[in-house]
């Protein structure tokens, strides 16, 4: 039985809060696009690993799900998180990120994050 685009999310998101890369790759296509919107955009699993543990960042980031939708080949997760870096310490964000799947594997994920208070 192959797994529901619900649940290749809830690995993904489950890898990066505990900075597991192969977690995480193994849910992605060879050629994946993260798009993260006001940043930048990685190409294939090479540059998506090394945006996982971003060196401006320390540490995993804690997510809290709120939200998640699902449209044919399309799931978007929303929530809020935490993280801290390098430079200015601890922040909070709220997040969307929309991922589009090819074959049971996430293909693009457009990640959009806005700071809070």
């Known amino acids: 039985m192959s797994?529901?685009?619900?649940d290749i999310v809830t690995t993904y998101i489950d890898g990066f809060r505990a900075s597991d890369h192969e977690r995480i790759l193994a849910t992605l296509t060879d050629d994946v696009e993260w798009v993260i919107h006001g940043h930048r955009t990685t190409r294939g699993k090479a540059e998506f690993d090394a945006e996982?543990?971003?060196p401006a960042f320390t540490g995993s980031p804690t997510l809290d799900v709120?939200?998640?939708y699902e449209d044919g080949d399309v799931l978007v997760a929303t929530g809020?998180?935490?993280g801290a870096t390098v430079a200015d310490g601890p922040f909070r964000f709220a997040f969307?990120?929309?991922f589009t799947f090819r074959a049971g594997l996430i293909a693009?994920?457009?990640s959009y994050v806005v700071p809070l208070d």
Do not use: F, K, P, T
Request: hydrophobic share 30%; charged share 30%; proline share 0%.
């Open 80 to 82: 809020e998180g935490g």
């Open 96 to 98: 969307a990120d929309v």
């Open 66 to 68: 709120q939200h998640l």
């Open 108 to 110: 693009r994920v457009d």
């Open 3 to 6: 797994q529901s685009l619900r």
């Open 52 to 54: 996982i543990e971003n």
